[in-house]
């Protein structure tokens, strides 16, 4: 089935510093990929679009400064938290999908937890 | 603008018996499409059951079925058998077809016991 891969699970930081998160599609290609973060307790919010080879549509609210997105190839996305801060402290989580939505859904990475201390 | 509504922030059942986890939905779109998501303490979304808003019938997968009444705009999962590998969070999200993203609800924590 598909499969994507999100690293690193987790990353501790420090305040100031940047972090760069991969989500990779591992046996399909994905011109579309998106990012999520959710707080404890909470549910998935959108962050944003990333497409492959252009720029990534953000969702209102979210700052492009702050969470780099890049979709350089139709198997790898990276999100960078730049300067983070510890209110960027969150569970971070991308997905694509493999071919139709109806039969396959949407495939999630494992997610990564990141704590800026 | 699309919501989903998950109004139980928590559900339990024993082991071997039904539960329906409830999920209501706001859409002025014609097309569109409804999913459930299990996320386990891990934090992995796993995708369970998928549901289009011109399916005449409803989604099922394995133990998993989906009670589509699109006049109450409602799309609540059925777990039959429950067992103790199902307690997790649970997630109803929406996506209409011309964008492809989802909207997710707040979840639902269900608690399988012995």
């Known amino acids: 089935g598909a499969v994507v891969s999100q690293h690193p699970s987790r990353v501790i930081c420090k305040s100031g510093t940047s972090v760069k998160i991969e989500c990779r599609s591992l046996d399909f290609q994905a011109t579309t990929m998106f990012w999520y973060r959710q707080f404890p307790k909470q549910s998935l919010m959108l962050m944003a679009t990333?497409?492959?080879?252009?720029?990534?549509?953000?969702e209102q609210g979210v700052e492009k400064d702050k969470f780099l997105i890049n979709h350089a190839s139709l198997t790898l996305s990276t999100l960078t938290v730049t300067s983070a801060h510890p209110e960027d402290s969150s569970f971070y989580i991308c997905?694509?999908?493999?071919?139709?939505?109806?039969?396959?859904?949407?495939?999630f990475g494992s997610g990564t937890r990141l704590t800026v201390v | 603008a699309q919501k989903i509504t998950q109004t139980q922030p928590g559900m339990f059942v024993q082991e071997k018996e039904a539960v329906t986890l409830d999920c209501t939905y706001d859409?002025?779109?014609?097309?569109?499409?409804l999913f459930w998501y299990k996320q386990p303490s891990s934090g992995e979304m796993i995708f369970l059951i998928y549901?289009?808003?011109?399916?005449?019938q409803n989604a099922t997968e394995g133990r998993y079925s989906l009670n589509f009444q699109k006049a109450r705009k409602s799309a609540n999962l059925v777990i039959s058998a429950s067992q103790l590998g199902d307690s997790a969070m649970y997630f109803c999200?929406?996506?209409?077809?011309?964008?492809?993203?989802?909207?997710f609800g707040t979840g639902t924590r269900l608690l399988v016991s012995p």
């Open positions: 997905s694509a999908t493999p071919g139709q939505v109806m039969d396959y859904g949407y495939t």
């Open positions: 549901q289009g808003s011109y399916d005449e």
């Open positions: 999200a929406m996506m209409n077809t011309g964008f492809q993203k989802l909207v």
């Open positions: 859409t002025s779109d014609q097309s569109y499409g």
């Open positions: 990333s497409n492959e080879g252009s720029k990534a549509t953000y």
